[in-house]
């Protein structure tokens, strides 16, 4: 079947330690996502990419980073300068070639803090 | 500001009648909407999406309008079913940049 993986899906983080949050997409999709909800708050998004080897912030960026070194995988790192990294970490594949295409998400990782 | 507006009140339904959400927006200039399903620990699923030349769009017992004078989708549940119960969310985009700005999700309780 064709989807998104994430995993795992519940990661808890030690103060000071980075932490890395894995994203994989087999419907062969250009463009990819990662968003953070907050209990009682929409998706806000992090950082998405386009392509390979491509990305950009999204509206909350600070205190992570990413990689797209290939077409199916799209990580995120929450780095310990992620003040308030408990939440629930989505990640979305679209089409990408035009502007109207929906997107596709995985079913989250859920990280805590020890 | 740019906003995007639901009402964050869960909206309680007998089966069987119709659900009607509303998403709201403000400072956006859309070429499109979208809606999606989200279930409790799930990511959301998509549903219908509607473009700024369409007034309506239907899938099944769903319905979607959008009015751009007005700045705003209504999502219609028709012969609501339990299993319709979960929250949904409008998104759209922004100047077609390619990216989603979400709305904070309604959850609809469908009672038996």
């Known amino acids: 079947d064709g989807g998104i993986t994430q995993s795992p899906k519940y990661l808890f983080r030690k103060e000071g330690q980075n932490v890395t949050l894995s994203c994989e997409q087999n419907l062969n999709h250009d463009a990819m996502y990662w968003y953070r909800q907050d209990p009682g708050q929409g998706l806000r998004l992090i950082y998405y990419s386009q392509i390979v080897n491509d990305f950009q912030k999204g509206d909350i960026a600070e205190g992570y980073s990413v990689s797209r070194e290939k077409k199916e995988s799209f990580p995120l790192t929450v780095t310990s300068a992620q003040k308030n990294p408990t939440a629930f970490y989505l990640c979305a594949s679209s089409g990408g070639d035009r502007n109207n295409q929906p997107q596709h998400f995985g079913d989250g990782t859920r990280l805590s803090i020890l | 500001s740019q906003k995007i507006e639901q009402n964050s009140e869960a909206l309680n339904i007998q089966e069987g009648k119709t659900a009607t959400l509303t998403c709201n927006y403000t400072n956006y200039s859309p070429a499109y909407l979208q809606w999606y399903r989200q279930d409790p620990g799930r990511g959301p699923v998509f549903l219908l999406l509607i473009r700024e030349n369409e007034k309506e769009k239907r899938k099944e017992r769903l319905k979607v309008t959008f009015d751009t004078t007005l700045k705003q989708s209504l999502f219609h549940i028709t012969a609501s079913q339990p299993a319709d119960s979960a929250t949904y969310l409008c998104?759209?985009?922004?100047?077609?940049?390619?990216?989603?700005?979400f709305g904070k999700g309604n959850q609809v309780v469908v009672i038996p």
């Open positions: 998104a759209l985009d922004d100047y077609g940049n390619n990216r989603l700005a």
